[in-house]
């Protein structure tokens, strides 16, 4: 069935309502959702730096393609020094220590109760 309704769908898996939690709100809305706003956010930051808007754009989501993929394991790839770098100075500057608590089993079920 959820083949059907959610097409294109590739694969199905069998989780209990709790695992279901955890993706969804926990990492589908919570996680994700969130970190692509903050992502528009910096993109808008960029553009009222004077880059288009189409440019500021297209740089990202190609950029989140390739970084996704490797980070991933789709693609066999490693990040340049920079990049790494980049990434060790910007967690901590982007994310609070405690941002994992999300997934604590309670603030699940908070979440749950929030959203409907």
């Not at 066999?76 to 994310?95: H, V």
Request: glycine residues 6%; negative net charge; contains cysteine.
């Amino acid at each position: 069935m959820a083949k059907a309704i959610y097409a294109p769908v590739r694969q199905t898996y069998r989780v209990t309502v709790e695992q279901l939690a955890y993706l969804e709100p926990g990492l589908s809305e919570t996680v994700c959702a969130s970190l692509l706003v903050v992502m528009k956010q910096a993109m808008d930051e960029c553009v009222k730096q004077g880059i288009s808007e189409e440019c500021a754009k297209d740089f990202l989501l190609g950029h989140m393609n390739i970084l996704g993929a490797v980070i991933f394991g789709v693609q066999e790839g490693q990040f340049s020094d920079a990049c790494n770098k980049a990434i060790e100075f910007g967690i901590p500057a982007l994310m609070k220590d405690d941002w994992k608590r999300v997934f604590d089993q309670q603030e699940i079920m908070d979440s749950i109760k929030r959203i409907t």
